[in-house]
């Protein structure tokens, strides 16, 4: 059982670092949907909406990552009780 409980503790930790590469993607991305959508107030004309919508869906996916390895580490608290 210390053996099953190590691996989950493996396990745990490198869906947090996951977790924390996906957060360091989602802020970064949403710092260029900010810098895209600020440049409304210069010029509405070069506007890229189709960037905008690509890093939309983007962070789509990776909100979908998020709350799929979370609900992993919680299952992993809950077996292991880490």
Avoid: P, V
């Amino acid at each position: 059982m210390a053996y099953e409980r190590e691996q989950a503790w493996g396990r745990y930790e490198a869906l947090k670092k996951q977790i924390y590469e996906i957060g360091i993607k989602c802020n970064a991305l949403t710092n260029d949907i900010r810098e895209e959508i600020d440049s409304f107030d210069k010029d509405f004309s070069n506007m890229d909406f189709n960037k905008i919508e690509t890093l939309a869906k983007e962070l789509n996916l990776l909100q979908a990552d998020y709350k799929e390895k979370a609900e992993k580490m919680n299952q992993l608290k809950k077996t292991y009780n880490l």
